[in-house]
C-alpha cells in the first residue's frame, strides 16, 4: 500500500508558487490545506490562527514562510 | 519584567549548560480547537532546557514531541548540527517558564529532533526566545541572570 508523505499536497502547492509568492509575498507566511491556501500573514501566530479558524484541527495545515531559498536552521 | 538567576558551572564537565524549567504544550488555539471536536491532550510535563546561544531555532526532543502531540505545521525543514543535515518537522507549541515571572510564548514555531544528550534536557531554547531577553553570566559566581 502506498503512503503519502505529510504534508506531500501542500509542499506540491507551495513549489508551485514558489517563484511567484517570492516576488509577491516574500518573508510572508502562507497558510495552505490541500489545493486551499488560506492567504499570507505577517506572522506564523497569524497564519496558524488563521488556519486554525479555516481548517480546524482535524487535518494537519501547512504554515511555511515564504523564501525563494530555503532557510537552514544551525544547531552548535 | 521579571528576572531569574540560574547556576552554570561552565568548569563542571558534567554541567550541560544553563538550563531552565519549561513547560512545553500545545498552543492554547491548537487545544481549543482540538477540544471543540473531543481531542484529548496530555498533561503538561515539566522539562529542562538548555539556553543555547549556538541553535538559530527552538528544538524539542522528537520524544517529548511526540508525548506532548504537538501540532505539525510542516515537514522538512532543514537543521544543520555539527555539520550534518538533518530534515525536521514544525510544531505550533507554547513554552512557559514555571517558578519564575518570564513571560511565555504562544504560539510559537518549534522543531523537533532526535536529540543525543537526552539524559541533560529536552529542549534547546534558540535564538527566536533569546532575542526577547536579557543575558549576562557572572564567570566569578557562575551565575546566568535573566531578565524579559
Known sequence: ?76 | MATVELHWDPFDQDDPGPCIDVVVMNSRDVMEAGRSIGLDYPKPLRMRALLDTGASITVISKKFANYCKLFQTNEGSEVTAIGATHRCAEHAGSISFPGTGLRGFDPIRIISAVFVKERYYAILIGRDILRNWVISFDGRSRRVTITD
Not at chain 1, 502506498?2 to 509568492?21: G, I
Not at chain 1, 500573514?41 to 497569524?46: C, H, K, L, R
Request: proline fraction near 3%.
Open chain 1, 1 to 76: 500500500m502506498a503512503t503519502t508523505e505529510p504534508f506531500s499536497a501542500e509542499l506540491e502547492m507551495f513549489e508551485q508558487h514558489r517563484k511567484e509568492w517570492s516576488r509577491s509575498h516574500s518573508g510572508k507566511y502562507v497558510a495552505i490545506q490541500g489545493e486551499v491556501i488560506e492567504g499570507f500573514f505577517g506572522s506564523y501566530a497569524e497564519a496558524l490562527r488563521a488556519g486554525l479558524q479555516k481548517f480546524g484541527v482535524g487535518r494537519q495545515f501547512l504554515v511555511k514562510q515564504v523564501w525563494m531559498t530555503e532557510p537552514v536552521y544551525f544547531v552548535s
